[in-house]
């Protein structure tokens, strides 16, 4: 805990109980001094009996050194839950050798009928108390309407999120929409206040009609928006496809991929980094370092969590104006774009993400291009799984981009390959460029589908629209 300046102390009033909830102190710097102090007291004999003598007390005093750090107890203990059972006549029994497996146990102890145990899955996220300021209701202005409240936000850990009015449509949807929502409309005409905020539409409803299916990310690489007001702008020129082999890209209005065959070079290819010593390095060993990491995580009420960056009402009134971005290091014109990589697959470089939603157009690699082109002018069925493709043909991009990379790691970090011998690395080689492998498990576990939380943030980004 004391490597980490991030994270708090933790007390648990029962060590060996794994149902018992922590209080938490916070670091703060000091600087004392470590006393040792000794109380010497010395007794006098007593002369006359009727007189009471005084002992002599002397302190001895010694500087064992600084102290730089302390931590303080300041926060409320939460409830401590325990393995109890209440009988009949209202007496409790302790289940902690029912429900604690202290060494490996035969079949029969999982199989013994006990009462029903479920400790509460979360426990109070602060610990400190908090003044909540109540407000009388808010006057909105005419024509807003309240979220509409589910039983999923009405208690829970976070609001309902904000509407921003986008179009979701999955692949069996029969119709496709040919204009936006009225409330989309006039959101963005009531936040399109200046000449710049004109310019950024005019630009994107250009990159529509040049390509009529982009992903979020593409966009933020072709112009510069600021990402609130791109929520905005997105579901007012285009609609947002759910599933199928455009899922997660934005589609412009009135344009149905489905029906089109030269679609197929729009479709989203979802690749992740392979993980194994089968490919050359371990799980500490990855190229491209994750986003974000489980062991690293720490509940909000066991770290300080750094301030964001707000958004003020001013850079959203200026846009992409130079009075917005006089501190900014980067010019207006390019301060919200985004690196070509975000989109883009060359060969030689490394995604900057474990996973990437790559459109097949933007692998720009001769060899993937021939795979994709494989059937040219003989599409003749477009389906969920594979669009306008050949069946297997992401499994295929897959294994070459897969290789691709591996060169890439081989070449800049000979060492981790040092004991692949020249005959494997022929055999895998052949593996690779016929779309085989010799495990039989590694099917199932490259039938990849879209997974929640994202490390580039493209498959969740339907978040910000519900």
């Known amino acids: 805990i004391y490597a980490d300046p991030a994270k708090r102390l933790e007390l648990y009033f029962r060590p ?4 018992c909830h922590p209080v938490c102190a916070n670091r703060f710097p000091t600087s004392t001094v470590l006393l040792r102090v000794k109380r010497r007291t010395k007794k006098k004999k007593q002369v006359d009996t009727e007189e009471q003598i005084q002992p002599e007390v002397q302190f001895e005093m010694e500087i064992l050194g600084t102290v730089t750090t302390v931590y303080k107890f300041q926060g409320m203990s939460d409830f401590q839950y325990l393995a ?3 009988g009949p006549d209202g007496k409790q029994t302790s289940m902690y050798d029912k429900v604690l497996m202290l060494k490996p146990e035969k079949e029969e102890f999982f199989n013994r009928e006990l009462p029903l145990y479920i400790p509460p899955p979360i426990f109070s996220r602060l610990d ?21 409240v589910s039983g999923e936000n009405l208690i829970g850990l976070s609001r309902a999120r904000r509407p921003h009015n986008a179009i979701f449509v999955n692949f069996d949807d029969e119709e496709i929409p040919t204009k936006p929502l009225d409330a989309a409309v006039q959101t963005w005409k009531k936040m399109c206040t200046n000449p710049v905020d004109k310019k950024v539409e005019e630009e994107l409803r250009k990159l529509f009609e040049v390509r009529p299916v982009w992903s979020r990310n593409a966009v933020k690489a072709n112009i510069s928006v600021h990402p609130d007001k791109l929520k905005l702008l997105l579901p007012y020129l285009a609609y947002y496809m759910l599933t199928g082999p455009w899922r997660s890209l934005w589609v412009r209005f009135g344009y149905d991929p489905r029906k089109h065959p030269e679609a197929k070079i729009y479709q989203v290819l979802d690749f992740r980094i392979r993980c194994g010593m089968k490919y050359g390095y371990a799980p500490n060993d990855m190229p491209v370092k994750a986003k974000r990491s489980t062991y690293n995580y720490s509940l909000p009420i066991t770290v300080k969590k750094p301030v964001s960056h707000t958004v003020s009402v001013h850079d959203l009134k200026q846009g992409l104006g130079t009075s917005g971005a006089s501190g900014a290091k980067k010019p207006a014109c390019s301060r919200y774009k985004l690196k070509e990589s975000i989109y883009i697959f060359r060969e030689g470089a490394l995604p900057p993400y474990r996973q990437m939603f790559y459109q097949l157009c933007d692998l720009n690699v001769e060899s993937l291009q021939k795979i994709i082109r494989r059937n040219d002018g003989k599409e003749s069925e477009c389906t969920e799984r594979d669009g306008w493709c050949l069946p297997k043909t992401s499994d295929d991009l897959r294994d070459t981009m897969s290789l691709m990379i591996k060169q890439i790691i081989r070449s800049t970090r000979p060492a981790l390959f040092s004991n692949t011998t020249s005959s494997e690395d022929g055999k895998e080689q052949l593996a690779y460029e016929s779309g085989e492998d010799d495990d039989d498990e590694e099917e199932e576990e490259e039938d990849f589908k879209p997974s929640d939380g994202s490390e580039n943030e493209m498959e969740t980004e339907i978040l910000d629209y519900v």
Do not use: A, C, L, W
């Open 128 to 148: 400190t108390p908090v003044d909540y300021f109540y407000r009388p209701d808010i006057q909105h202005r005419e024509g807003y309407n309240n979220p509409q």
């Open 16 to 19: 060996k109980d794994p149902y």
């Open 84 to 86: 109890m059972h209440s």
